[in-house]
């Protein structure tokens, strides 16, 4: 079993940037691929970013491409979710989530989330 804990999140204005982060505990983080969630008020949660478990492969939502980034560290239990020309409809509660199967949308493991807001 795993334990995430997301942070980074806050206020930012529209176009600017963010980094958020996922901690990891347990001694197996590098056997789980990873992936980042978002929920934004009153809608549905919705799949934002994938890695795998090397960090060699990445997917992202048509909505994120060219501006949001996955990324790992293994040696730190980490991932990071770096998001580049914010804008208002990216405003939301992020979550990382981990797949022990190592699959794309199947996840087991949830954070508690970190909210996102962008301003206009």
């Known amino acids: 079993q795993v334990q995430l804990v997301e942070s980074g999140g806050g206020l930012v204005q529209a176009g600017g940037s963010l980094r958020l982060s996922c901690a990891a505990s347990g001694r197996t983080f590098s056997s789980y691929a990873m992936g980042w969630y978002r929920q934004a008020p009153g809608k549905e949660r919705v799949f934002v970013a994938h890695?795998?478990?090397?960090?060699?492969?990445?997917y992202y939502a048509d909505s994120v491409k060219g501006r949001f980034t996955i990324s790992r560290d293994n040696a730190e239990n980490t991932v990071y979710l770096q998001m580049n020309s914010l804008k208002p409809e990216d405003t939301a509660v992020y979550y990382c989530?981990?797949?022990?199967?190592?699959?794309?949308?199947?996840?087991?493991?949830w954070g508690q989330g970190t909210q996102v807001t962008v301003s206009s």
């Open positions: 989530a981990a797949s022990p199967r190592g699959v794309i949308y199947a996840y087991d493991y």
């Open positions: 890695i795998n478990r090397s960090g060699s492969t990445t």
